[in-house]
């Protein structure tokens, strides 16, 4: 395993004594601060088809936080984002806790979540490619007939979709669906920054050998309705990323993200619902490995 990564002890669920825990999703375990910071420590927990597993993926949450921040800082000059200068020295938590959370928390901004995930396809896959093979359409956009899975579209596309409760599934909607949980001309700037930032993003992992497939974005409102990116950003759990060198249309191509989970969860008779299955070891550690080799190769 990566030397990164190899005595990394999981952690499935932060536990902070002193801080106010305001929720936990798929990963992320969010705390209080005070009326303007939020806390975020990003688990190991791994989900997939929107049910969280039982096993988490060790150092997992430390990649995605590496990852987040290093696009978060490459990418500011576009949007801006939800992170903040402050140390979590500053904030009260013990040493111990400490010790557990530095390289997997983050001290952010307090705002006000879109509901609604912004989804940016560059390629046929995943959801996108049942919906086109059952309707020729995704999120309302029709396509040219007989494309194939995994093929490059003329022009990335704005997809969004519902933003689910932890073990509900996310559905495609249109942009006129996102026209009237949003108005139209906050739709309008959602879709042109999603959009810029995947054209700068995927330009970059290409310089790298990789395909930047998909990509899913969050983001939130501050009192005075300025807009923010937040969560996460060009991880393995919210893009697609391809070895260029492996890429072939019409098949789903070998990924550096949890597609790999998703893979062998395909192979097994389970219905998509809780409780999710056991995974067996060796997928949990080249899953682990999935991760960190996604941090390597785009951030060096």
Same mark, same amino acid.
């Given at each position: ?37 939020l806390l975020i420590v ?69 705002? #006000?979540?879109? *509901?609604?995930? /912004?989804?940016?396809? &560059?390629?046929?896959?995943? $959801?996108?490619? @049942?919906? =086109? ?16 899975m995994a093929q490059k ?44 930032l995947y054209s700068s ?38 893009? #697609?990323?391809? *070895?260029?060198? /492996?890429?072939?249309? &019409?098949?789903?191509?070998? $990924?550096?993200? @949890?597609? =790999? ?40």
């Amino acid at each position: 395993m990566n030397e990164l990564n190899k005595d990394i002890e999981p952690l499935f669920e932060s536990d902070l004594k002193n801080l106010e825990l305001l929720g936990r999703g798929k990963v992320r375990d969010i705390y209080n601060i005070d009326d303007n910071h939020l806390l975020i420590v990003t688990s190991d927990r791994i989900s997939a088809f929107d049910v969280i597993l039982n096993n988490p993926i060790p150092g997992k949450g430390i990649a995605l936080t590496s990852i987040s921040n290093f696009w978060f800082d490459k990418l500011s000059e576009i949007v801006p984002n939800h992170l903040t200068n402050r140390n979590l020295n500053e904030i009260n938590i013990s040493a111990s806790e400490l010790e557990i959370i530095k390289d997997r928390a983050i001290i952010v901004k307090k705002l #006000r979540p879109l *509901p609604i995930e /912004s989804v940016v396809r &560059g390629y046929l896959i995943g $959801s996108g490619w @049942k919906d =086109y093979c059952d309707t020729n359409k995704v999120s309302g956009i029709t396509l040219p007939k007989n494309l194939k899975m995994a093929q490059k579209l003329d022009e990335p596309i704005f997809t969004p979709s519902t933003k689910a409760e932890v073990g509900a599934h996310d559905e495609n909607i249109s942009s006129q669906d996102v026209f009237e949980l949003i108005g139209k001309e906050l739709t309008e700037k959602v879709k042109e920054i999603s959009l810029n930032l995947y054209s700068s993003a995927s330009k970059y992992a290409l310089e790298k050998d990789i395909i930047l497939a998909d990509t899913k974005f969050e983001f939130g409102l501050d009192n005075d309705d300025n807009l923010f990116l937040i969560d996460e950003l060009f991880t393995p759990d919210s893009s #697609r990323f391809w *070895p260029v060198s /492996s890429y072939k249309l &019409g098949s789903s191509p070998k $990924s550096f993200d @949890k597609q =790999y989970i998703r893979d062998y969860l395909e192979t097994l008779s389970w219905n998509k619902e809780p409780p999710g299955p056991k995974i067996p070891e060796d997928i949990v550690k080249k899953t682990s490995e999935k991760y960190f080799e996604a941090l390597n190769k785009l951030t060096g």
